[in-house]
């Protein structure tokens, strides 16, 4: 539920971006409406969500948000009907090839990844900089004396619960 101002907020913005963001999707999925309406949807319906968060940001970090929930969410529902077709679809195919992810999104993906990695204790940033970048804890810690296994599981830890992070605050990846 959303009080007063919450829902004004939500009012003003979806007056700014309803069109941009429907153009964006009917882009994305070659036109199809039926398409860019549920995504269009499912967008709002987190945007909604997220909603106490974002009041802070700029417009432009807002659109951007958008664009790329957008992005993310047309890519599930691809992958979807790709299981129920059983065959691959050719827009999920280029669309995956073509990797044409805009200034905007990169900056906001990196602005919410950052600002969760901050929350992180400092050896958990450590960790998920070894997962990230595929190097061993130990090769960075040699004088550590736990198993490689007990390094790895809490890597993969650290990492998982930063990704919780990233995902409880809006952004769904697969």
């Not at 949807?41 to 432009?60: G, H, L, P, T, Y």
């Not at 090769?139 to 650290?158: K, V």
């Amino acid at each position: 539920m959303l009080n007063s101002e919450e829902e004004r907020f939500l009012r003003e913005i979806y007056q700014k971006y309803a069109e941009k963001l429907y153009r964006f999707l009917s882009g994305l999925s070659s036109g199809s409406d039926k398409i860019s309406e549920d995504i269009c949807q499912e967008v709002w319906i987190s945007f909604a969500r997220q909603i106490q968060r974002m009041e802070s940001w700029e417009d432009k970090q807002i659109l951007a948000w958008l664009r790329l929930m957008a992005r993310v969410k047309y890519r599930r529902y691809i992958k979807k009907q790709e299981k129920r077709d059983g065959r691959p679809l050719e827009t999920f195919l280029r669309d995956e090839n073509c990797a044409g992810d805009s200034a905007e999104d990169i900056a906001l993906l990196e602005i919410l990844c950052k600002e969760k990695f901050s929350e992180l204790t400092e050896t958990e940033k450590e960790l998920v900089r070894c997962k990230i970048y595929g190097v061993s804890y130990r090769q960075t810690h040699p004088g550590d004396t736990r198993s490689e296994n007990a390094l790895a599981i809490r890597c993969s830890r650290a990492f998982r619960k930063w990704k919780r992070r990233i995902q409880e605050d809006g952004l769904e990846y697969s």
